[in-house]
């Protein structure tokens, strides 16, 4: 592996910040970088040599300046996860979407604040699948002096959950486009990009964690994943969660947690009191639904006290506690662990619910299919080619991005402005046919005006395929105000909604065979994405995009886009 740097492979501790308010600079060099794991080397794009990449560090109210150049022959753009990009749209990142990819030999500086937000958040590529390498925390500290609404933790420590494919992944996508069957799975989780060894050739390749006894550390937990939810858990020990999304939350107890693609959690480990005779295997697995087509391993880590004088072969030679982890189809405890993710909602922490609605949408999210194009075999249901679509309209990138169409009044020819506020279709989307699983292409987004206090459900179908979809905001928060099997009734299910600290995040799970309710206030000019964070899917076209218009007010309006912003 040469000179790669194994920076998150070790327990970090956050270096103490000047005060708040400040500019952080970054420089992201895309390279090229050779990795071995599962005894295969490939060459990797990376952010300065690093997998997983460099850690973004700052705290609330700090201004961050990325500089990124691209050395490498892919397209490359970077998308800062979860932050909310308040008058900023210019930075958020999906390429086509708010910018042109940064081209090779091309620099774009992404330039923004963190503005009331703490805790952990990720950034990723947001072009094709580059994302299954680049990508790399980014810690948010409270504000100077503003402590944690929970005891202070002796350390903290990145968990970062992956993918690893032997093959191009590039090619991988190319080819499932191409022929329009499911994309190849891949052949290992990763924890800090490390598959552990519970595969193959891997026993060096794992990640481990020294403690010490009678500490509480805070694990800042991301799933990078490209297509799977995940199970997590460590052998003997009980995590506290206290954050999801970059918000804290009611904290609770758990011996295991599921994560989404897309999601962070903050969790506490308290340690033993004292040394065990003993060292811990942390796991994590897949969440599936599906009968076929899904990598059926798991990755593990280790946990092990640090004794005083001891030798690593006196650790070596101590017994390895392994943990149970829930089957892999366990719908029930996903959705009873999402159910007690409750916000705060305290003087401190509010929770700013909107508590009426001025627009109403229902969403149906799930697979579907195009018919094949002539004198072409397809690999799809019944020789079809599979799509994705958001109220059966599947997503096409346009030729410039959205963004700047918008801002300079040339949607004509980009985008269209008639993206459904219901499915097309109404029917039985969890039952039996007949149903509708035909979709058509489309570059169509939904116009909000400024402050728009909107209510979405989001209905899965579940015929193709029957998998929960992570859905991710771009450029808003949202909370979760109602979840549920089966169809949606809107005559019943809104009485049962949580208007008072329903938990606040910027991606969820639609279950499968089941519905998400969410609201949000449509107080962020610019065009965001929202879409699947399962990356096959995005892929396929389930993505959508809102437009917000601007406010009245300076402060309530976008500003025009930095001089280097790339060009398609």
């Known amino acids: 592996m040469g000179a790669l740097l194994h920076a998150l492979s070790v327990v970090l501790l956050l270096p103490g910040l000047a005060h708040a308010g400040i500019t952080r600079h970054y420089m992201f060099n895309i390279q090229l970088q050779n990795v071995t794991r599962l005894c295969h080397t490939k060459s990797i794009v990376t952010v300065n040599g690093q997998f997983p990449g460099p850690s973004i560090i700052a705290r609330d109210g700090d201004r961050v300046v990325v500089e990124v150049v691209n050395h490498v022959e892919n397209n490359v753009s970077l998308h800062w996860h979860g932050v909310r990009q308040l008058q900023s749209g210019w930075a958020d990142g999906p390429a086509y979407v708010t910018q042109c990819p940064i081209q090779t030999g091309q620099t774009y500086i992404y330039n923004f604040t963190i503005v009331g937000q703490r805790g952990t958040l990720w950034w990723h590529a947001h072009i094709s699948w580059l994302r299954v390498t680049l990508y790399g925390p980014i810690v948010i500290l409270p504000k100077r002096n503003v402590p944690y609404p929970f005891a202070k933790p002796y350390k903290e420590v990145p968990i970062i959950f992956g993918e690893w494919f032997i093959a191009n992944t590039e090619a991988v996508i190319k080819e499932a486009l191409q022929t329009g069957g499911g994309a190849n799975i891949s052949d290992a989780y990763t924890i800090n990009g490390l598959p552990g060894?519970?595969?193959?050739?891997?026993?060096?390749?794992?990640?481990?964690?020294?403690?010490?006894?009678?500490?509480?550390?805070?694990?800042?937990?991301?799933?990078?994943?490209?297509?799977?939810?995940?199970?997590?858990?460590?052998?003997?020990?009980?995590?506290?969660?206290?954050?999801?999304?970059?918000?804290?939350?009611?904290?609770?107890?758990?011996?295991?947690?599921?994560?989404?693609?897309?999601?962070?959690?903050?969790?506490?480990?308290?340690?033993?009191?004292?040394?065990?005779?003993?060292?811990?295997?942390?796991?994590?697995?897949?969440?599936?639904?599906?009968?076929?087509?899904?990598?059926?391993?798991?990755?593990?880590?280790?946990?092990?006290?640090?004794?005083?004088?001891?030798?690593?072969?006196?650790?070596?030679?101590?017994?390895?506690?392994?943990?149970?982890?829930?089957?892999?189809?366990?719908?029930?405890?996903?959705?009873?662990?999402t159910n007690k993710l409750r916000s705060l909602a305290n003087a401190q922490f509010p929770s700013n619910v909107p508590q009426t609605v001025d627009k109403h949408f229902l969403f149906t999210v799930g697979l579907g299919t195009h018919q094949c194009p002539k004198n072409q075999t397809c690999q799809g249901p019944n020789g079809s080619k599979f799509a994705a679509s958001i109220n059966n309209v599947s997503f096409v990138l346009p030729s410039i991005a959205l963004l700047q169409a918008h801002f300079f009044g040339q949607s004509k020819g980009i985008y269209t402005t008639d993206f459904p506020d219901n499915p097309p279709i109404p029917f039985n989307y969890t039952g039996t046919p007949p149903n509708n699983t035909l979709v058509m292409n489309g570059t169509k987004v939904v116009v909000l005006p400024f402050n728009t206090k909107v209510e979405l459900v989001m209905q899965d179908t579940s015929f193709l395929l029957g998998e929960p979809h992570p859905l991710h905001f771009h450029g808003f928060n949202f909370f979760l105000v109602g979840q549920g099997f089966g169809n949606f009734d809107p005559n019943k299910d809104p009485s049962n909604f949580n208007l008072v600290d329903p938990v606040e995040r910027n991606t969820v799970g639609v279950p499968v065979g089941g519905w998400v309710a969410v609201r949000f206030l449509a107080d962020n000019p610019g065009v965001w994405l929202m879409h699947c964070h399962l990356e096959d899917h995005a892929s396929w076209g389930m993505e959508m995009a809102w437009v917000v218009l601007d406010g009245k007010l300076p402060n309530q309006k976008l500003p025009p886009p930095p001089s280097d912003l790339p060009k398609c």
């Open 197 to 337: 060894p519970l595969y193959n050739c891997s026993a060096r390749d794992t990640f481990k964690l020294s403690v010490k006894p009678g500490k509480t550390y805070l694990l800042r937990l991301i799933n990078t994943a490209m297509i799977e939810e995940l199970f997590f858990t460590i052998a003997n020990h009980t995590l506290t969660i206290v954050d999801a999304d970059a918000v804290y939350v009611k904290p609770f107890d758990t011996d295991t947690l599921v994560i989404s693609p897309g999601q962070t959690y903050n969790v506490l480990l308290n340690t033993k009191p004292h040394y065990p005779n003993a060292t811990f295997l942390m796991a994590a697995s897949p969440y599936v639904t599906r009968l076929v087509g899904f990598d059926n391993s798991t990755t593990a880590g280790i946990l092990e006290y640090r004794q005083p004088n001891s030798s690593n072969v006196h650790i070596k030679q101590l017994p390895l506690l392994k943990p149970n982890l829930p089957p892999i189809n366990d719908t029930t405890f996903v959705f009873n662990f």
